[in-house]
């Protein structure tokens, strides 16, 4: 009887190569599935990378922008006139800037500042409050960016930040009007 279990325990013991290959197909099966959400969270962390990039490229040139005085910013736009004082006013699109260090591997950077009144763009010098239509100045910076990766077509992406900036005087209690005074 001991020698029949021995050669029962002979048999039972081993692998065949089906149960191997068995083994390794259900292996890779559950595998596979957490290789591709590897690779896709690689290429969506990539991607977010450039957003912030792009992000932060607005928010410096925006900054940037708001720190000058208001009546240099109305200036820029008055300037691109026909008739600086009457208008027709336009968004000015100011000369687009490339900087070769704001690139990464595989991404290209431009941005392009633009300012506008706000909300009329083209305030109606007919109206009685034709200067104060002229008190707030939009801000806006596209970021452009072109995404290359080897054996895809290009992406091109646009990244839009705008804010308003008013005069330092409007509603500040520095509003002032003089008319001349009877001696």
């Not at 890779?28 to 991607?47: A, D, G, H, N, R």
């Not at 305030?123 to 072109?146: G, H, M, S, Y």
């Amino acid at each position: 009887m001991n020698k029949k279990m021995i050669k029962l325990n002979k048999k039972s013991s081993g692998a065949t190569l089906i149960e191997i290959l068995i083994a390794i197909c259900l292996a890779s099966l559950v595998m596979l599935p957490m290789i591709l959400i590897f690779s896709v969270t690689e290429k969506v962390t990539y991607k977010s990378i450039n957003e912030v990039v792009a992000c932060n490229l607005a928010l410096q040139k925006v900054e940037e922008l708001k720190s000058r005085p208001f009546e240099e910013l109305k200036q820029i736009i008055e300037q691109a006139s026909d008739d600086p004082e009457e208008g027709p006013f336009k968004e000015v699109v100011l000369p687009l800037e490339l900087n070769g260090v704001w690139n990464t591997p595989g991404v290209e950077y431009a941005r392009e500042p633009r300012l506008s009144f706000y909300p009329y763009v083209d305030p109606d010098p007919t109206k009685a409050d034709f200067e104060l239509q002229k008190r707030r100045i939009r801000i806006r910076v596209i970021v452009k960016f072109i995404e290359r990766v080897s054996g895809m077509k290009d992406t091109h992406k646009n990244f839009e930040l705008s804010t308003i900036v008013s005069d330092e005087t409007l509603g500040s209690g520095l509003n002032a009007s003089f008319s001349a005074g009877i001696r």
